[in-house]
């Protein structure tokens, strides 16, 4: 009778908890998670420099200086190349910018973005660069071709929203899950170092300086200044006067969904989720809107030539964002009047990204629907001349009868002096990791 009594006191004070009965009790579990990618700024800011060669394992946009092209890698920097033989491209450098997506380049110097900050970089040796300028927290946060970050001002870090899942092995209460912060509440984010581990959790215009962008690009310089279309509904004005020290003027709020920007005759045309945009920057400093066309949700890169705005319109992009309110089609826009835009003619298409023209040559990336070639010379009247299905075409430069493809797989480039053909000149594949 009173063992009976002892053990029912025991368990009553168990379960008041004036008594832990299981305070010692510990057991190791294993189980999947995921972690989120942090870079402090000490960290990012002293990691822009080149590295040993590596192979293509990602593709994003395009850039072409003199002989030299220009690939970024989405997060991760940008590779150079040496394409004065366009048969034989030889890849010299690359240069390591943690969370990079565009890029720019004026005379010697390569801007570029590094999540939060806007970098200036000395490229004149490809293989020693030279960080010489850096504009901190000129973005805010970003949500652009598919990265999505934010700044903690808490832990003074970066966070990438990366989704990666991982195996962890911890020791816990036996009744209990580990005691994490990140447990169930950040189950999309990753953390890594510089290095690519992942962390525990615990004046004048001077054209012939600049570059050619593609036309999904956010970067434009015209008239010694860069204009960076920023996440949200901004363009920021970079002064480039002195192009190692730049400085950011004034921004100019655009609207929602903006996307790429293309200078054309004092004028930038901003391509927008929902309608093309046109700028005069006759006065760089003070840029002012002059005309939009509208048209339903998609996403519209935009390239112009001889007064005529090609705009490719896509129902969705790969994360979601363009919305379905429209046709995959090829816009074609009458300029001549800036103050007025008018759509002259549509054409169908299957699954356009960026484009380009070239004397009435035109090029439009179709995705996993590989590259079209069109003569446009007739906007009214554009016909198809090539289509090259193999490929997964995401934007291009055409430039002296060379025409540069970026495709999910790699660098293409294609001599297009015959009018009629396209003749594929060199790759440069893309590495499976």
């Known amino acids: 009778m009173k063992h009976s009594l002892l053990v029912l006191l025991l368990g009553m004070l168990c379960l008041t908890g004036l008594s832990s009965c299981h305070d010692n009790c510990k057991q190791t579990i294993t189980y ?9 700024l000490e960290d990012l800011r002293k990691s822009v420099k080149s590295v040993p060669v590596t192979d293509l394992t990602s593709t994003g946009k395009i850039y072409v200086k003199g002989n030299y092209l220009f690939i970024n890698e989405l997060r991760k920097g940008i590779h150079i190349i040496d394409n004065t033989n366009t048969s034989s ?30 970098v200036a970089i000395d490229i004149s040796n490809p293989t020693a660069v030279k960080e010489v300028g ?9 949500q652009i071709d598919g990265i999505y970050w934010y700044f903690d001002t808490y832990r003074n870090t970066v966070v990438d929203y990366q989704w990666k899942t991982v195996i962890e092995t911890r020791e816990v209460d036996c009744d209990g899950q580990p005691n994490n912060y990140y447990w169930g509440n950040c189950p999309n984010c990753l953390y890594y170092d510089m290095a690519g581990a992942q962390i525990p959790v615990s004046g004048a215009n001077n054209a012939s300086l600049a570059g050619t962008a593609g036309s999904t690009a956010r970067f434009a310089i015209d008239k010694n200044r860069l204009y960076a279309i920023s996440q949200g509904d901004e363009m920021l004005l970079f002064n480039i ?33 929902t309608g093309l945009q046109i700028w ?22 935009v390239v112009v030539e001889n007064d005529i705005a090609y705009v490719t319109l896509r129902s969705v ?8 309110a429209v046709a995959n089609q090829l816009d074609v826009i009458d300029v001549s009047v800036l103050s007025n835009p008018v759509l002259k003619k549509s054409y169908e298409m299957e699954n356009p990204y960026g484009l380009g023209i070239d004397k009435g040559k035109l090029f439009i990336c ?18 198809l001349l090539q289509q090259f299905k193999n490929i997964d075409a995401y934007d291009v430069i055409p430039l002296n009868n060379t025409l540069m493809l970026i495709g999910k797989d790699g660098l293409y480039q294609y001599d297009y002096s015959n009018t009629d053909n396209l003749k594929l000149i060199s790759k440069i594949p893309v590495k499976s990791i």
């Open 32 to 40: 999947r998670t995921t972690v989120p990618f942090n870079v402090s």
């Open 89 to 118: 491209p030889v890849q010299v450098a690359f240069i390591q910018i943690p969370g990079n997506s565009d890029m720019a380049v004026y005379g010697n110097i390569l801007y570029a973005d590094s999540y939060l900050d806007f």
């Open 134 to 142: 850096r504009v901190q927290g000129a973005f805010k946060n970003g």
């Open 241 to 273: 006067n002195s192009p190692n020290q730049p400085v950011m003027e004034s921004s100019v709020k655009l609207g929602f969904g903006i996307e790429t920007i293309f200078p054309y005759k004092d004028h930038l045309f901003v391509g927008t989720t």
């Open 280 to 301: 005069n920057n006759l006065d760089p400093k003070k840029p002012y809107f002059v005309s939009r066309l509208e048209h339903a949700r998609a996403c519209d890169p």
């Open 317 to 324: 992009n790969n994360f979601g964002r363009c919305g379905a």
């Open 366 to 383: 179709e995705g996993n629907k590989g590259l079209k070639y069109f003569n446009a010379s007739n906007p009214m009247d554009v016909k």
